[in-house]
């Protein structure tokens, strides 16, 4: 059935060529209308409230603000904001990480156009889209799991990290992958790596997921509780 109603979308995304072919696909639906478009986390910001769209359509890891980051900010003033995020990532970390950043879904880059456009319409009408592996039961559960591993997380010392790894802690918990750490605070891959590795010994974290897991709610409570 058609819509009477279009569906006014502002994409974010700082591939270019990325960005326009995700444009070209949409525009050909007749009920979805592309108002505007940004290729870093403040500029998605800014035209969000200059704009005034039905939905962000938004890449995770952007320069100057990834779209958590952005989805974030924007939540902290506008509550009924809907946001879908883009990655090539769709794993757990990646989908906790979204769910409690207010987004409302997380779809593949890879992904086929019907699943996108039934992703966008499911968010439009307040329905949650994070993909055919996480039906509603399964987010609560992850929610859950991962509200458990926060609860017993608070115990660690974060003190003892330096100015530098609680950066990085923070950048880890925006989904920042060590090349985007890189280029960001401008070192190398292989230092961002060894800060990593620093920063999981000094925290007695045992396994990458975990510290990505630590660093996402780290992040979330203090960006929380700074205002």
């Given at each position: 059935m058609k819509r009477e109603e279009n569906i006014r979308i502002l994409i974010a995304?700082?591939?270019?060529?990325?960005?326009?072919?995700?444009?070209?696909?949409?525009?050909?639906?007749?009920?979805?209308?592309?108002?505007g478009e940004a290729?870093?986390?403040e500029e998605l910001i800014r035209?969000?409230?200059?704009?005034?769209?039905?939905?962000?359509?938004a890449d995770i890891s952007m320069p100057l603000l990834s779209g958590?980051?952005?989805?974030?900010k924007i939540k902290e003033t506008n509550e009924n904001v809907k946001a879908l995020f883009l990655s090539m990532y769709d794993s757990e970390e990646y989908v906790y990480s979204c769910l409690?950043?207010?987004?409302?879904g997380l779809i593949n880059k890879n992904c086929m156009e019907e699943e996108?456009?039934?992703a966008i319409e499911m968010v439009f009408d307040g329905r949650r889209y994070f993909g055919k592996n996480y039906p509603e039961e399964k987010l609560e559960e992850l929610l859950m799991s991962y509200e458990t591993i926060r609860q017993k997380s608070n115990g660690r010392d974060v003190?003892?990290?330096?100015?530098?790894?609680?950066?990085?802690?923070?950048?880890?918990?925006?989904?920042?992958?060590?090349?985007e750490i890189a280029d960001r605070?401008?070192?190398?891959?292989?230092?961002a790596e060894t800060h990593k590795f620093n920063i999981m010994h000094k925290l007695n974290i045992k396994s990458l997921p975990e510290l990505i897991k630590f660093a996402i709610d780290f992040t979330h409570n203090e960006k929380t509780n700074s205002f």
């Open positions: 995304d700082d591939h270019k060529l990325f960005r326009a072919g995700i444009i070209k696909i949409l525009s050909s639906v007749d009920n979805i209308l592309i108002i290729e870093n986390g035209k969000y409230y200059e704009l005034d769209p039905d939905i962000l359509l958590v980051e952005a989805v974030k409690i950043s207010g987004g409302m996108l456009v039934n003190s003892a990290l330096t100015k530098r790894e609680l950066e990085i802690l923070n950048l880890i918990g925006d989904g920042f992958t060590n090349s605070i401008t070192i190398s891959k292989r230092t």
